[in-house]
Each structure stands twice: as C-alpha cells, then as structure tokens.
T-cell receptor, first 114, second 113 residues
Framework: EAQVTQNPRYLITVTGKKLTVTCSQN?????MSWYRQDPGLGLRQIYY???????DKGDVPEGYKVSRKEKRNFPLILESPSPNQTSLYFC?????????????FGPGTRLLVL | GEDVEQSLFLSVREGDSSVINCTYT??????LYWYKQEPGAGLQLLTY?????DMKQDQRLTVLLNKKDKHLSLRIADTQTGDSAIYFC?????????????FGAGTRLAVHP
C-alpha cells in the first residue's frame, strides 16, 4: 500500500530536549516536505527536499533541521524545542517538486512542548 | 504577496448544498486546489482547477473560479455527514524557481441532521 508514515503520532516533551520525528514513504518519490499546521494559519512549509542530499528552507525553518540521506526517509529534527513549536506536523511526498499538488500526506504528529 | 484567505467555519444541514469560499492574491497562480482533511488524518487532494478555466464539475463537487476577483469556491451538492471535515484552499505559485503551494487556514464544515 502506498503510504507516508510518521512516528511518533503523539509526543509530549519539555523545552530544550532534542527530538526527532521520522517520516518514511514507500513510493520512490523524489520530493518530500514538512509542514506545520496551526489553528487559523493553515499549513506552512518548514523544509523541503528535492532529492537525496538536496534540502532547502521553506517558509518557517527557524528551530528545525532536516536531513535526506536516503530517498525514502526525511526526518525532522528539533535540536532545542520551545513551546512555540507546539503544533501538528505533517510530512508529505510527491514525484517531483512540480507536482506538489499531488502530495501524499502522512497522518500527522501532534507535538506538545512544555 | 502570497496570501490565501477563507472563512473558518461553515455549518449546513444534511442534504443541503455547501459553498466554501476562498480568495487569493497572487495573480500568477497556475493551479488552484481544494484539499480535504478528515479528523486525525492528513490532507487529501479533492479537486483542482487550472487558472484558465472558470468552472469544473466532478460528481457532487463544483469548483468556480473568478480570476478577475481572485475568488475560488467549492460547492458540495447534497452534503452528507461524511463531508464533515476541514477544507483547505491552496494556490500554486512560482517562487524562487520552483512551484510552491500556499494554503489557506482551512474551513471547518459541520454537517448536522
């Protein structure tokens, strides 16, 4: 089954404790991205990756890091989480950056930073 | 600038039509989209319209585009309880040499008996 998986689905942590949210897709997609969803703001792109070892900042990259060492995985790293990073996070993938409209979205990771 | 706006809530009675509205600011948008997000799930592409069209119909869904006013709407005929979800409008713009999606804040559609 074609899918994007994220782990964990729910996470409660404390300020400053490093965490990683994993994202994996099984569709051999080149393009992957991370979004955060906040009430009244919709989805905002954090980082994206056009292919292995090619990543770039989205609209709200501050406080986040990513890596793309393998085509299928695109982890999101919060080196020192802060309460303003409490949000719902979505990973997404598509064949290429030109086809973002057909992105497949993961189920989301709800993060609470205390 | 790039901005997509939509109302946050809509409540309709089962069987009635729902109309969700959206306005956008970037006149260079090539495609405009509607996504659906069901509770606890990610976004799913519902339908889209190319910027040189003014209407697209797909079963119970009708998308209307007024390019002059930069206004997009999604009409759901015979709305069912299963249509309860958050609906996101999005536009595709060219930014920094690549295509980028700009999302609205989402409209929460509540369908009641």
């Amino acid at each position: 089954e074609a899918q994007v998986t994220q782990n964990p689905r729910y996470l409660i942590t404390v300020t400053g404790k490093k965490l990683t949210v994993t994202c994996s897709q099984n569709m051999n997609h080149e393009y992957m991205s991370w979004y955060r969803q906040d009430p009244g703001l919709g989805l905002r792109q954090i980082y994206y990756s056009m292919n292995v070892e090619v990543t770039d900042k989205g609209d709200v990259p501050e406080g986040y890091k990513v890596s793309r060492k393998e085509k299928r995985n695109f982890p999101l790293i919060l080196e020192s989480p802060s309460p303003n990073q409490t949000s719902l996070y979505f990973c997404a993938s598509s064949w290429g950056g030109w086809s973002q409209e057909t992105q497949y979205f993961g189920p989301g990771t709800r993060l609470l930073v205390l | 600038g790039e901005d997509v706006e939509q109302s946050l809530f809509l409540s309709v009675r089962e069987g009635d039509s729902s109309v969700i509205n959206c306005t956008y600011t970037d006149s260079s948008s090539t495609y405009l989209y509607w996504y659906k997000q069901e509770p606890g799930a990610g976004l799913q592409l519902l339908t889209y319209i190319f910027s040189n069209m003014d209407m697209k119909q797909d079963q119970r869904l009708t998308v209307l585009l007024n390019k002059k006013d930069k206004h997009l709407s999604l009409r759901i005929a015979d709305t069912q309880t299963g249509d309860s979800a958050i609906y996101f409008c999005a536009e595709r713009v060219l930014s920094g040499g690549y295509n980028k999606l700009i999302f609205g804040a989402g409209t929460r559609l509540a369908v009641h008996p």
